[in-house]
């Protein structure tokens, strides 16, 4: 386990990933710290679409320091930061697809059960995946509680027909947000890997290579 700086969790664990590409690399954040203070890493990684799973729960508030607006709090939530109500709020669902991301869902905190197979299918798949987890802060945010999502979410498997792999589908799918919310996985696609395309690993792991002795003197003697 790595703990990163507070909206960093992603730089790292792409970092681990390139360095042993036979690690499974799972990112933890909220929703404060991926799309507010980590906006352009999830937006990169998501284009280059990095091997790892990105697990963001999503209260739609800063719990951790104490009930601002967040990037996804609803318009007109009132906080100590936006008295007068918040504005528009950033979209990971659409963003992530936009960004080029090969797997793209959302979860809810009070269905375990569907939620953990969420995150088995983004594990076992290879690419960037979002798992954005509607999840509610009991403490700050009292309209986006856990009855609130239970009136409104719904899955997407029980619609029949409804395809993961068309990305103007999901993107219909991505913008549907308020009396109904779907849950389940939004868009998958198979699309090449970052980590797949890097010549300094078509030998293996780097951590696995062997550095020759003069080549490891002539890069410190460059550094130095």
Same mark, same amino acid.
């Given at each position: 386990?790595?703990? +990163? ?25 909220? @929703?404060? @710290? ?19 799973? !990105? ?28 008295? !007068? ?76 027909? !409804?395809?993961? +792999? @068309? ?28 980590? @797949? ?20 003197? +002539? ?6």
């Amino acid at each position: 386990m790595f703990n +990163s700086l507070h909206g960093r969790p992603v730089p790292p664990a792409i970092g681990a990933k390139i360095a042993n590409p036979a690690l499974v690399v799972i990112a933890v954040s909220g @929703d404060g @710290d991926a799309y507010g203070e980590g906006g352009n890493h999830f937006i990169h990684a998501a284009r280059r679409n990095h091997d790892i799973t !990105y697990l963001v729960h999503n209260n739609q508030v800063y719990g951790l320091t104490k009930g601002q607006a967040s990037p996804t709090s609803d318009v007109g939530f009132i906080t100590k930061t936006t008295p !007068y109500g918040a504005t528009n709020p950033v979209n990971p669902i659409s963003l992530a697809i936009v960004s080029g991301a090969s797997f793209v869902a959302r979860g809810f905190a009070g269905d375990v059960e569907h939620l953990s197979d969420l995150i088995k299918k983004g594990i076992t798949h290879r690419g960037f995946a979002l798992i954005d987890i509607l999840q509610p802060c009991i403490i700050f945010n009292h309209k986006n509680t856990f009855q609130w999502y239970r009136e409104r979410v719904y899955k997407l498997e029980s619609e029949n027909g !409804y395809d993961s +792999s @068309d990305k103007k589908a999901a993107l219909e799918k991505a913008l549907e947000w308020g009396e109904k919310i779907p849950i389940g996985i939004i868009y998958r696609k198979e699309l090449p890997v970052y980590e @797949d395309q890097l010549p300094a690993l078509h030998k293996g792991p780097l951590v696995t290579q062997e550095i020759a002795p003069k080549r490891a003197e +002539s890069l410190l003697a460059e550094f130095m």
